[in-house]
């Protein structure tokens, strides 16, 4: 079992930035892990935001966050990253890191099975 633990969400100004951690408890990542952000706004679908491969770090994002978003590792600290720059209120959300191994498509939230308590995000305009 991989227990996640997200932290770093808050309320936070139109252009500004939060740095969200998704820390893996219980077991280290291996390399056949990939992590993913998503997120979901009241009334609104869970959607894929980014994602990491734990093997060689290739990196996924959803078209609307790219640019704004960065998604990294800390092998060391088992821990992945989300850095969110730039950001607009429609970005407020609660944001979940999942992770699993051999995911094929990275930005189905079905391909997850281990799931961190979530953080909110909120961006005031």
């Known amino acids: 079992q991989v227990r996640l633990v997200e932290s770093g969400g808050g309320l936070v100004q139109s252009g500004g930035s939060l740095r969200l951690s998704c820390a893996a408890a219980?077991?280290?990542?291996?390399?056949?892990?990939?992590v993913g952000w998503f997120r979901q706004a009241p009334g609104q679908e869970r959607e894929f935001v980014a994602a990491?491969?734990?093997?060689?770090?290739?990196?996924y994002y959803a078209v609307s966050m790219k640019g704004r978003f960065t998604v990294s590792r800390d092998n060391a600290k088992n821990t992945v990253y989300l850095q969110m720059n730039s950001l607009k209120p429609e970005d407020t959300a609660v944001y979940y890191c999942?992770?699993?191994?051999?995911?094929?498509?990275?930005?189905?939230?079905?391909?997850?099975?281990?799931w961190g308590q979530g953080t909110q995000v909120t961006v005031s305009s």
């Open positions: 999942a992770a699993d191994r051999w995911i094929r498509n990275r930005v189905s939230s079905s391909e997850y099975n281990y």
């Open positions: 990491i491969s734990w093997d060689n770090g290739s990196t």
């Open positions: 219980g077991r280290t990542f291996s390399s056949s892990y990939s």
